[in-house]
């Protein structure tokens, strides 16, 4: 089984419906992050999250929420989402020793029509 | 804010070829990470530096630290279809370790 889940895969969506991205992961790991990827532009920090009681903005956290239900589970929502957050988002999780290197889920493909 | 630029964002070879990306931070980093992530998949770690000058080695892959330690290099060398993929560095955001901030991403491909 995989370490980190995302569910789901692939969603198309219409402007202003509420979208949630769940994931989880069997690592053990405290930290946990949520990217999203557009072309040319990388991958660019929404939120993270350190320990359960500890939820933190990104770089681009505007029009996004997060919820961390258990050191497991860390679930992203577009409260009304709009046409420019279709991307590819990946959830991630790292440890706290050695190159604390990240470890990505297979990514959520989303379309807001 | 900080930021961490990756060039080329393209860069088509034959097999066989050498490649190399280059990453520059506007700042001084404590460490560089470089991923991996093949056409429909996902990012997967490489490698992370983090001393001065230091160079590693994985196979045909050859990663850099510069001396300043805001740049860094990855070098391929005799490119393989199985090296296809989107390459990018990242280094800690801000002064919290844990977070990172990604390049753009070097798109590789490779023409057999």
């Known amino acids: 089984d995989a370490d980190v889940t995302q569910t ?106 | 804010g900080q930021q961490v630029m990756q060039i080329p964002q393209y860069q088509h070879v034959q097999e066989g070829e050498d490649f190399t990306t280059y990453c520059n931070s506007s700042t001084t980093l404590s460490n560089i990470q470089w991923y991996k992530q093949r056409p429909g998949g996902h990012p997967v770690f490489l490698i992370q530096l983090v001393k001065s000058g230091e160079v590693k080695k994985q196979k045909r892959l050859t990663f850099q630290f510069g001396e300043a330690k805001k740049n860094s290099s990855l070098h391929i060398t005799a490119t393989q279809t199985t090296d296809v993929g989107t390459y990018f560095c990242a280094g800690p955001l801000g002064t919290s370790y844990g977070k990172l901030t990604f390049g753009q991403g070097t798109i590789l491909t490779v023409h057999p």
Request: with cysteine.
């Open chain 1, 8 to 113: 789901p895969r692939n969603r198309i969506t219409k402007t202003g419906k509420r979208i949630m991205l769940e994931c989880s992961q069997t690592k053990g790991h405290d930290r946990m992050y949520w990217y999203r990827q557009d072309p040319g532009l990388g991958l660019r920090l929404i939120y993270y999250s350190f320990d359960v009681k500890d939820i933190n903005k990104g770089e681009i956290s505007d029009g996004y929420s997060v919820s961390r239900q258990a050191q497991a589970k860390f679930s992203l929502s577009l409260e009304s989402a709009i046409p420019n957050q279709t991307a590819l988002y990946f959830c991630a999780t790292s440890g706290t020793r050695g190159a604390n290197e990240q470890f990505f889920g297979p990514g959520t493909r989303l379309t807001v029509l």
